[in-house]
């Protein structure tokens, strides 16, 4: 148990569906992330929120549009996704400057 | 800008033989430094961090990491290592006093302990 949790831990979608992933943490942190780590790749920062306003985009295609309602949760709304978008999506939260808390991940399959 | 190089992409080891993954970093203003583990099917867990003080950092499961400013290193060790250390070892790191900013992740480093 990280404090930081994911739901689903897996999803399956096809190129013409919409789906969301949560996350959620009670760590009492202020700064939320989203991260893809795919195969054989570095993890990518994909988005920052920061006192629930997004502080950082990093040009990530607007198929993936990330919400965030107050401090505690975090969306990832996914519509239209391309097979290459399949891979393993990491929320994170933090407080101040210090180290992130991972969750678990979710496993994205786009067929 | 910052950047993270793991020199190794792999790190095949012999059971109760020590351990080193290295980490080379760059960065024009201070930062903070962290090594992080992921086992398969997991998501990331912190082994340590460094912030200030000390530069040798001690964290959980008997890893320990050594800050050298000079060579802008950030080297992980184990002098015995387990079967239950085989995972994916990632160095990061972040500006100081950056609310909200980002962790920069290296490449990461797949440890293999065998029997």
């Known amino acids: 148990e990280t404090g930081v949790t994911q739901t689903p831990r897996h999803l399956v979608m096809g190129m013409t569906n919409k789906k969301s992933l949560k996350c959620e943490q009670h760590?009492?942190?202020?700064?939320m992330y989203w991260y893809k780590q795919s195969a054989k790749k570095p993890l990518e920062l994909m988005f920052v929120?920061?006192?629930?306003?997004?502080?950082e985009n990093n040009s990530v295609p607007s198929r993936f549009s990330p919400e965030c309602p107050n401090s505690s949760h975090l969306f990832l709304h996914l519509h239209t996704l391309q097979p290459e978008d399949s891979a393993l999506y990491l929320c994170?939260?933090?407080?101040?400057?210090?180290?992130?808390?991972f969750g678990e991940g979710s496993r994205l399959t786009v067929l | 800008a910052q950047s993270v190089t793991q020199l190794d992409s792999q790190v095949p080891v012999f059971e109760e033989a020590p351990v080193e993954l290295r980490c080379n970093y760059s960065?024009?203003?201070?930062?903070?430094l962290f090594w992080y583990v992921q086992y398969p099917n997991q998501g990331l867990q912190l082994l340590l961090k460094?912030?200030?003080?000390?530069?040798l950092v001690k964290g959980i499961n008997g890893f320990e990491a050594e800050f050298n400013k000079s060579q802008t290193s950030f080297h992980l060790r184990k002098p015995s290592v387990h079967i239950s250390d085989t995972a994916e070892y990632f160095c990061?790191?972040?500006?100081?006093?950056?609310?909200?900013?980002?962790?920069?992740f290296g490449q990461g480093t797949e440890l293999s302990v065998k029997p």
């Open positions: 994170a939260s933090s407080l101040g400057p210090g180290e992130l808390f």
């Open positions: 760590l009492g942190h202020n700064a």
């Open positions: 929120y920061s006192l629930e306003e997004r502080v």
């Open positions: 960065s024009s203003v201070s930062v903070y």
């Open positions: 460094y912030l200030s003080g000390s530069t």
């Open positions: 990061a790191v972040r500006r100081i006093y950056n609310q909200g900013g980002k962790l920069i």
